[in-house]
Antibody, heavy 121, light 105 residues
Framework: EEQLLESGGGLVKPGGSVRLSCGAS????????MHWVRQAPVAGLEWVAS????????DYAHAVRGRFTISRDNAKNSLYLQMNALRPEDTAVYFC??????????????WGRGTQVVVSS | QVTQSPSSLSASVGGRVTISCRAS??????LNWYQQKPGKGPNLLIY???NLHDGVPSRFSGSGSGTDFTLTISGLQPEDLATYFC??????????FGQGTKVEI
């Protein structure tokens, strides 16, 4: 069964750091671009960051650029999100998700259950 | 940017539900729909406006082009209780999501 499992969330003080991990299983992780998407309490989905299959291209949402770093280790079937200089507005459930390309189109076809990050003093 | 409406709705089992998604610019047919049940991650329902993802029941359908898109559930079932999100995939890799529509039975 194809699966994504996030971990590493928790309670962090403003200005603090946390590293999220996402373990992939049941598919060829190295073949897919991966993304992080977050969801603030009682709110919609917000795209956070993306990384291509070979890490050749990386992009960030304006709200996190310069503070967050996305990375991956294909040998370990793992995706990471290093989050520094955290702010209360970063409080959210963080999902990792797999991008599937279909011709000119793309979409997120596999999601994890998410890991909660709470930024509060 | 994509704007969804309504933010929530209530419908009866067996009824028909329509959710709208409007893009701020022409996104052609680069529009996907997701379903999120409470406490879980989203699941892909429809990609490229009208293509059902594997295993998605045929009561779900999508339509539209350019800036205006619609998700329709024909014959609402109790398991369809969820929040539905549209997502534009025209701006790659940033897939902006709509604000979501909560469907109550």
């Amino acid at each position: 069964e194809e699966q994504l499992l996030e971990s590493g969330g928790g309670l962090v003080k403003p200005g603090g750091s946390v590293r999220l991990s996402c373990g992939a299983s049941g598919f060829s992780f190295r073949s897919y671009g991966m993304h992080w998407v977050r969801q603030a309490p009682v709110a919609g989905l917000e795209w956070v960051a993306s990384i291509t299959s070979t890490s050749s291209s990386i992009d960030y949402a304006h709200a996190v650029r310069g503070r967050f770093t996305i990375s991956r280790d294909n040998a370990k079937n793992s995706l990471y999100l290093q989050m520094n200089a955290l702010r209360p507005e970063d409080t959210a459930v963080y999902f990792c998700t797999r991008r599937l390309d279909y011709g000119d189109h793309w979409y997120f076809d596999l999601w994890g259950r998410g890991t909660q990050v709470v930024v509060s003093s | 940017q994509v704007t969804q409406s309504p933010s929530s709705l209530s419908a009866s089992v067996g009824g028909r539900v329509t959710i709208s998604c409007r893009a701020s610019q022409n996104i052609h047919n680069y529009l996907n729909w997701y379903q999120q049940k409470p406490g879980k991650g989203p699941n892909l329902l429809i990609y490229a406006v009208s293509n059902l993802h594997d295993g998605v029941p045929s009561r779900f359908s999508g339509s539209g082009s350019g800036t205006d898109f619609t998700l329709t559930i024909s014959g609402l079932q109790p398991e369809d209780l969820a929040t539905y999100f549209c997502q534009q995939s025209y701006d790659t890799p940033r897939g902006t999501f709509g604000q979501g529509t909560k469907v109550e039975i």
